[in-house]
């Protein structure tokens, strides 16, 4: 359910996600958009947590996220292509996973 949130902030933002990856802990993902990295860290997690009360998964004041979380830019395609990577590939077993493939 995370990462059909995740999948609907960035339709909604006219963001391009390239790649998630839900874990039970934590999540990853790399998101090309217009917004400052942080703006959209919060819009992701704030969709996660109406999404996930919506589901009746958690209750309305349970905290989902720690207050921050670690973001970065990627200015060059290398860096854009080893974050892919690191986020699908290196995180042990896969569990929710999305990877945007190019045509």
């Known amino acids: 359910m995370v990462l059909e949130a995740i999948c609907q902030v960035c339709r909604h933002r006219d963001w ?38 919506r589901n009746g998964l958690d209750g309305i004041s349970r905290k989902h996220w720690s207050r921050h979380g670690s973001t970065r830019y990627l200015w060059k395609p290398e860096e854009v292509a ?14 929710a996973v999305w990877e945007y493939v190019m045509a």
Request: aromatic letters at 6%.
């Open 82 to 95: 080893a974050a892919v990577h690191y986020v699908v590939r290196e995180q042990g077993k896969p569990m």
């Open 16 to 53: 391009r996600l390239l790649a998630a990856h839900v874990r039970s802990s934590h999540i990853h993902i790399v998101v090309n958009g217009e917004e400052a990295p942080e703006k959209i860290l919060n819009d992701v997690k704030a969709y996660a947590s109406r999404f996930l009360h």
